[in-house]
């Protein structure tokens, strides 16, 4: 874990997202450490969340929004420590986890609407392509959730956003629309920046 950390510090160094690096790798090292010790489990995070973007979101099961009236600070945050009210307490809920800029968690199991990640497909890589997955950049099918985070990386200005794949164990981090980190191997070194 240590070499795909210091990896990442080096592409979000060259990041124009201006959110602190310390709380970007923060993310990383935690959504990162949870994807190497459990197994198919999925997770969407948007980091610099801001509220005016609400009319993108429903909540489908209050009982997954654990942050709406608890806030936690991703700065407070350990890695296998904490019993509740931190990530880990997510990765069995559907939607997004939101975070502002300050590392405060504000919402999970949000469900994001109105996001058109074909319309946006189309405006930053225009062409033909197979699929969503190809025209994104992605060197594997992905489904909703990646589309859904590469998109929103792109309509929510100056945002990082992370995933991990249910199915295969991923992690991406996405800005401007583009792949700027993966864990798989043949992304690494193609990485999509728009």
Do not use: C
């Not at 459990?38 to 997954?64: A, E, Y």
């Not at 946006?120 to 969503?132: C, M």
């Amino acid at each position: 874990m240590k070499k795909q950390l210091l990896a990442i510090e080096e592409v979000l160094k060259k990041s124009e997202v201006a959110l602190p690096i310390s709380l970007k790798m923060k993310l990383a090292e935690l959504i990162l450490g949870l994807s190497l010790s459990r197994k198919h489990f999925g997770l969407f995070v948007i980091f610099g969340w801001k509220n005016k973007w609400r009319k993108f979101t429903d909540v489908s099961d209050s009982s997954q929004d654990i942050f709406l009236k608890r806030r936690v600070n991703v700065k407070n945050l350990q890695f296998g420590k904490q019993k509740h009210y931190d990530i880990a307490t997510t990765i069995n809920f559907d939607g997004a986890i939101l975070i502002n800029r300050r590392g405060n968690i504000v919402h999970s199991g949000v469900m994001l609407e109105g996001l058109r990640p074909r319309i946006v497909a189309d405006k930053i890589n225009p062409g033909r392509f197979e699929d969503l997955s190809e025209q994104f950049g992605f060197k594997q099918k992905v489904h909703l959730r990646h589309l859904n985070a590469i998109t929103a990386s792109y309509v929510f200005k100056g945002t990082t956003v992370f995933t991990v794949s249910e199915e295969t164990g991923s992690f991406h981090v996405f800005e401007k629309g583009g792949i700027i980190y993966s864990t798989v191997s043949d992304e690494r070194g193609n990485l999509q920046t728009f």
